[in-house]
């Protein structure tokens, strides 16, 4: 006879709540675990979900793809409110077990590299961080290989008959995408007559929102890192403080910020 399904079983929280193993005896290194290990579960489903809203807009079905990127937007809004959390640890707090950490770094999560790259924010110097043969090295490949959500969009865009240069979306398989004057030509056009453009409109303020979120996200990270550890090294010899906040001037989507300029 079958067991019946419990609450505990379907979600395996034996084995989920067994995952925390902290290294010292410090109190607030759970904390630092715990925080770790939601992020990358939130992750998960960011990427999840981005999967399935680009495979919409590949396909040309626009409007499903809203409520997939609406739903990425309020999850990263919760993936920010976290490092609030992680603010109530202090210095003296941190510094308790930090020598446990090793070289570990977030530089190593793979999940947030598949992320940028999935956006378009593709660079393949965090290979060397996952050896070769290994899911995560095997899941960064395919994302690098893979056109991004934002190719996707400008195919749309150019089977609308917008004048888009196939160089905007078609490139080397890892690498970067670079802001194009005519995508940014393109982007007004729409925003000047939304009515009109209506879908494709909605999409780029679901992208806005995304990219908005993500730098909210960095913002967040960087103030967090400088409030607990200052200006000092990373982990694993990073360069802390002083490289997320180079990351700030990221942007996946440059043409509809720069667009608003113009409008």
């Not at 709540?17 to 998960?44: A, N, V, Y």
């Not at 941190?94 to 999560?109: A, E, I």
């Not at 670079?178 to 009515?195: K, M, N």
């Amino acid at each position: 006879m079958d067991q019946p399904v419990t609450y505990g079983g379907y979600l395996r929280l034996d084995t989920l709540l067994g995952c925390q193993e902290p290294r010292s005896q410090e109190h607030d290194e759970l904390l630092f675990i715990i925080l770790h290990q939601t992020e990358e579960l939130w992750m998960k489903q960011l990427l999840h979900e981005i999967d399935v809203a680009q495979d919409a807009v590949e396909g040309g079905e626009l409007v499903p793809a809203y409520k997939h990127l609406a739903r990425v937007s309020r999850i990263q809004a919760v993936m920010t409110q976290t490092w609030d959390v992680l603010a109530t640890m202090t210095p003296a707090d941190y510094l308790n077990f930090r020598s446990v950490l090793g070289t570990s770094s977030g530089f190593q999560s793979a999940q947030f590299r598949a992320l940028e790259y999935r956006l378009g924010l593709k660079d393949d110097s965090f290979l060397r961080f996952h050896p070769e043969g290994g899911a995560a090295r095997a899941m960064l490949e395919a994302a690098l290989a893979r056109p991004s959500f934002y190719d996707a969009t400008l195919m749309q865009l150019a089977g609308a008959g917008f004048a888009i240069p196939r160089t905007a979306y078609e490139r080397e398989p890892n690498a970067p995408y670079t802001a194009h004057e005519a995508v940014e030509a393109a982007w007004l056009e729409v925003y000047r007559d939304t009515s009109k453009h209506w879908a494709l409109y909605q999409l780029a303020e679901k992208l806005i929102d995304l990219d908005d979120a993500m730098l909210t996200w960095r913002h967040k990270h960087v103030l967090t890192v400088e409030r607990v550890i200052g200006r000092k090294r990373g982990t694993g010899g990073t360069e802390g403080v002083g490289y997320l906040q180079q990351t700030l001037a990221k942007r996946a989507f440059p043409e509809l910020w720069s667009l608003r300029t113009k409008l």
